[in-house]
């Protein structure tokens, strides 16, 4: 083996530049890992790209020698997606970050898989426009796409699925394809945009992708509305969305995680379960939106309600929010999160967030709860000492827990964090036959196994094929 990666490791330096590939053990660390309690395990090379035809290089090498192939963006996955689990070559995307063509008319911009959300809204800023898919944190478009991101605006604008138009994908075998074009729609052959996106980069390498934008709002408002329980909020949410109203960020937070935010942000939120809200439209209408939800949230015994406007105020109201994760590391120092994440029909939503606060506390674990409740996603975000077995062990058991809650009313074990390793083993359960065309397609895409092998699909479930 070491043989063969000596020769390989040769040969994508005479493919592309010394510079391009390392072997260094601690760059190979930083791409063994992501932001998951998944242990680690690192590449055994690591290149940097700077085109589409570089990278069809290397995937022609990997299947000339039969070695894996891992996509890294940032590593802020959280299923252990891009650790590379037996060993191989990963590409790390970071020098493929232009934007290639923003086209205003069309709403659609053309993009390199390195470059971040936040660098994107940046230079569409400058036009008038944004990009609405908003994970938290700062991830590239190809991981956002790789793993069908999704966070706190899906409620308005939907997840990363709905806004891609188009995909450069390298394929195992180095030949490289388009999933889609510039239309708003089509009727033309198999939706590749739908397969493609969320493949997790068992499929192929994305190199372009052209994705959807939107103009900016008029106007903005957001505020906090608070609750004598989770009940109470969840359900004031339903009659929310029932009553048409174009709400663009709803989310969750209960006590817990209030409590966290005060303590990390400096902030004095009442500790009781809170919706974060955010509204997008033009003045007059954003008025008769704010009214009709105060009026809304009244009937279900709402504490307390108040709105920003000023682009201060709601920043620091988003910013508290998505800082909601460091809040409970900070707090628990030593401690690694586990983040959960199911998806329940919104009908479901209230019962499954107390089932899995109620296991929480039976558990004995330490955690909070928040949630894209606007579309029935939520995640407990759980503290644990990766020391203690025990405690490890409830945690699996908490995650199982409401896994299969979810399953079992309709919804899914993942909502916008993927299946990666973490997930592998509900495929069958949510998928059913379903799963074996999934492998088919998988099979027929990447005969040799090689494309971010151990992801999605497990070898070891009943009926694999790989």
């Known amino acids: 083996m070491a043989n063969i990666l000596a020769e390989a490791t040769a040969a994508l330096v005479a493919e592309l530049s010394a510079d391009q590939v390392t072997e260094n053990e601690t760059v190979r660390e ?20 700077e085109t589409t035809g570089e990278v069809a290089r ?18 802020s996955s959280l299923e252990g997606h891009v650790i590379p689990e037996s060993g191989g070559i990963t590409i790390d995307f970071s020098r ?86 510039h239309a708003a729609k089509s009727s033309s052959g198999l939706h590749l945009n739908g397969i493609f996106t969320g493949s997790e980069g068992t499929l192929g390498c994305f190199t372009e992708l052209t994705l959807r934008v939107y103009g900016i709002p008029e106007h903005e408002a957001a505020g906090r509305a608070t609750f004598p329980t989770v009940k109470h909020a969840v359900e004031a949410v339903v009659s929310i969305l029932q009553a048409g109203i174009p709400v663009a960020r709803v989310e969750l937070v209960d006590e817990a995680s209030v409590r966290q935010v005060n303590a990390f942000s400096e902030t004095d939120y009442a500790i009781e379960p809170t919706l974060f809200l955010e509204f997008h439209g033009n003045e007059a209408g954003l008025a008769q939106d704010v009214a009709f939800t105060e009026e809304i949230v009244a009937a279900y015994e709402c504490t307390g309600i108040a709105f920003e406007t000023s682009t201060a105020g709601r920043k620091q109201l988003w910013e508290a929010r998505h800082n909601l994760a460091y809040a409970f590391i900070h707090g628990y120092a030593g401690k690694k999160m586990m983040v959960t994440d199911v998806c329940v029909p919104i009908s479901e939503l209230a019962d499954a967030v107390m089932h899995a606060r109620e296991s929480i506390d039976v ?72 799963l074996v065309v999934m492998e088919k397609i998988k099979r027929a895409l990447d005969p040799d196994n090689l494309l971010n092998p151990h992801k999605i699909f497990n070898p070891k479930s009943e009926g694999a094929i790989l």
């Open 30 to 49: 930083l791409h063994g890992r992501d932001e998951s309690y998944h242990l680690p395990k690192n590449p055994d090379v690591v290149v940097f790209p």
């Open 363 to 434: 558990l004995g674990l330490v955690g909070g709860i928040t949630g894209h409740v606007g579309d029935g996603n939520f995640h407990a975000l759980l503290m644990i000492d990766m020391n203690d077995p025990e405690e490890i062990a409830k945690a699996q058991e908490m995650n199982e827990r409401i896994v299969r809650y979810a399953l079992e009313r309709g919804g899914t074990c993942t909502g916008e964090h993927g299946v990666g390793t973490g997930k592998q083993k509900y495929q069958a359960l949510e998928h059913g036959d379903a």
């Open 58 to 75: 290397v995937m022609k090498i990997a299947g000339r020698y039969q070695i894996p192939i891992i996509p890294f963006g940032l590593g």
């Open 96 to 181: 493929m970050n232009r934007i290639l063509e923003i086209i205003p008319e069309d709403f659609l911009v053309k993009v390199q898989p390195g470059v971040t959300r936040n660098q994107l809204n940046k230079e569409l800023k400058k036009h008038g426009l944004f990009f609405s898919v908003d994970p938290g944190a700062d991830a590239t478009l190809g991981g956002m796409a790789a793993t069908n991101a999704s966070g706190t605006t899906t409620v308005k604008y939907g997840v990363m699925r709905d806004q891609v138009r188009d995909l450069e994908v390298v394929m195992a075998d180095g030949s490289i394809i388009h999933t889609g074009n």
